[in-house]
């Protein structure tokens, strides 16, 4: 774990190990979330990133409908 400081303008500086391991970039994006024990920050994965995450998985056939089987109220 590493420490950091919050300036008076409520910024932070992202040590360079941790930049260096997570591929982290000017214009990388990072998404704030809160919980019980304090702030997280993580990597908002890119198109480049996520492109083929959901490739080769398995589809069951009855959840394959198209839109003539659809029942509309």
Do not use: F, N
């Amino acid at each position: 774990m590493v420490a950091i400081t919050v300036s008076s303008k409520y910024q932070i500086v992202i040590p360079r190990e941790v930049r260096e391991t997570l591929k982290i970039t000017p214009g990388t994006r990072l998404l704030v979330t809160q919980d019980l024990d304090g702030l997280r920050l993580v990597k908002e994965p890119s198109l480049q990133e996520i492109r083929g995450l959901l490739k080769g998985m398995k589809v069951m056939d009855e959840e394959i409908r198209d839109e003539t089987s659809r029942e509309l109220p």
